[in-house]
């Protein structure tokens, strides 16, 4: 489908329709995509929000490709205390179980609204006030739960059920919030108006820090007032490889999903015998999980993620998380601080080994792919953790390699290596891969992800944009 306008793909539709309202009404794909993340904070509230971290990028029109790194920083600056103890839950993901740590221990420095105001100014063209007054209005009114938000509040019950706060904010009553019920949130809406009037400065040094190292400081956090201080969001130059004559950009260090993917694209390149085999795709995986530190290992995260493509051809690609978040809502903010410090995968030697400011490490791959003429091609991103490398590489190989439109390529059936396994949805010609320790799902399932994406056709221009149907993903053309 095609737009004069532009075109967004999101995790929920009404984290779309904001982007698409603002396209509508003459903002840049960077204005969209901020308005898409507030609103996100509300329709999406266990995934990401003002305590969470990310990326984003923005490629296309003339653009020099750049990351905004704005994921968040391990705490410990100033003077802290000893960590508290986290605690242990475990999620239930239907075909996998795994287990989180959660509670004030788990908090690092959050990004978003730094990285919010960072982009507005380098390259947002609306005022910050007007792109966060939908978000406000929403989170006052409440937004009626889906039924894949609803999944997501019956899995992660655990963790938002570990403190009263949490509970009190996601299970209004003590009920668990089905389909169809209404979750307003706000004192949320309070905070995202204080962003729209007044940027990041309140989360940072003022009242709003206040609050949430008040409130986590006596619960064992190692979060302090000086960790909030010292953070900023951070320009980085995109890590590049070369696909079928296409420029891949995509997340760099130090985070480790961009650079994995582009090492499994280069492998491909290399091996390039036209479209990859099942085979291929596989070995090259394995390929980039051998070359994995210790650093580069995370677990499933609820993350969220929103793809833009604005009538100029300039794209926005920004992926957040929350962690699966620590618990904790800080009361009169509505603040769920992130639980990235709890990630056992993102700190291999122990919690709190991260000297204080050090980027966590992320799997998250913000990704613009470039025609040869340095037109845009695709832009996309997924949730999903350590699955995010595989299923952009899958999408950006069904678009170039199979001919697909965006958004059979997003819904084709993904594979996934993860230690000696090899995960599959239903629809993999597994029996291509002979004798290999494989676990077969029954169905589509959010383990695999969740890619937002779209595509611009190559030759009319014409854009097209694909929602994962896995997390609820929506597309709207402005």
Same mark, same amino acid.
């Given at each position: ?45 266990? =995934?990401?929000? #003002? ?16 990351? &905004? ?17 986290? *605690? ?42 007007? &792109? ?6 929403? %989170? ?14 019956? *899995? ?19 009920? /668990?919030?089905? $389909? ?7 004192? /949320? $809406? ?25 409130? /986590? ?24 490889? *070369? ?9 760099? #260090? ?5 650079? =994995? &993917? ?5 492998? =491909? ?36 993620? *929103? ?11 920004? +992926? ?37 400011? +050090? ?15 340095? %037109? ?49 949805? #239903? ?10 320790? =494989? ?13 937002? $994406?779209?595509?611009?056709?190559? +030759? ?19």
């Amino acid at each position: 489908m095609g737009s004069e306008r532009g075109v967004v793909a999101a995790g929920h539709p009404l984290t779309a329709q904001a982007g698409a309202r603002v396209l509508r009404e003459g903002g840049n794909a960077v204005d969209a995509a901020l308005a898409a993340m507030l609103v996100s904070w509300v329709a999406e509230p266990l =995934l990401t929000g #003002p305590g969470a971290g990310g990326y984003l990028l923005v490629a296309g029109a003339g653009e020099e490709p750049v990351v &905004l790194d704005f994921f968040v920083a391990a705490p410990g600056c100033g003077e802290r205390a000893a960590p508290g103890e986290l *605690i242990r839950v475990e999620v239930s993901f239907g075909d996998a179980v795994q287990a989180f740590h959660v509670g004030a221990a788990s908090a690092g420095a959050y990004g978003t609204p730094a990285g919010i105001e960072a982009a507005a100014r380098r390259w947002g063209s609306v005022p910050l006030d007007r &792109l966060a007054a939908p978000a406000a209005a929403l %989170a006052r009114e409440g937004v009626e739960v889906n039924a894949v938000q609803a999944y997501l509040f019956d *899995i992660l019950t655990p963790i938002y059920r570990s403190a009263p706060e949490g509970q009190a904010a996601f299970a209004p009553g003590g009920a /668990l919030l089905r $389909a169809g019920d209404r979750l307003a949130l706000p004192e /949320l $809406a309070d905070t995202i108006d204080r962003l729209g009037a007044e940027g990041a400065a309140p989360f940072y040094t003022g009242d709003l820090a206040d609050a949430v190292v008040d409130c /986590l400081g006596p619960r064992g956090a190692v979060l302090t007032r000086d960790d909030l201080a010292a953070y900023a969001a951070q320009a980085r130059e995109p890590v590049r490889a *070369i696909y079928r004559g296409h420029a891949v950009h995509t997340n760099p #260090p130090p985070a480790a999903g961009g650079t =994995l &993917l582009a090492l499994a694209m280069a492998r =491909l390149e290399d091996a390039r015998e036209g479209a990859p085999t099942l085979p291929q795709i596989v070995e090259v995986m394995e390929h980039a999980q051998a070359e994995r530190t210790p650093r580069f290992l995370e677990r499933l995260g609820s993350t969220t993620h *929103i793809a833009v493509v604005d009538g100029d051809g300039r794209a926005c690609s920004v +992926t957040c998380t929350n962690g699966e978040g620590c618990g904790i809502v800080v009361p009169g903010t509505g603040i769920h601080v992130n639980n990235i410090m709890g990630e056992e995968d993102l700190s291999p030697l122990g919690f709190h080994r991260a000297a204080p400011g +050090t980027r966590m490490p992320s799997m998250m791959a913000p990704t613009a792919v470039l025609a040869p003429d340095g %037109a845009l091609r695709l832009v996309l991103g997924s949730a999903g953790s350590n699955r995010i490398r595989s299923a952009v590489l899958q999408v950006i190989v069904g678009v170039l390699d199979h001919g697909l439109d965006v958004d059979a390529a997003v819904r084709a059936p993904r594979v996934h290596v993860e230690g000696p396994s090899v995960y599959a949805e #239903p629809g993999v010609p597994v029996e291509e891969l002979g004798e290999r320790d =494989l676990v077969r799902f029954r169905a589509p399932n959010v383990f695999f992800g969740g890619a937002q $994406a779209v595509e611009r056709d190559p +030759t009319t221009g014409a854009l097209r944009g694909a929602g994962d149907p896995r997390r609820g993903g929506a597309v709207v053309v402005a």
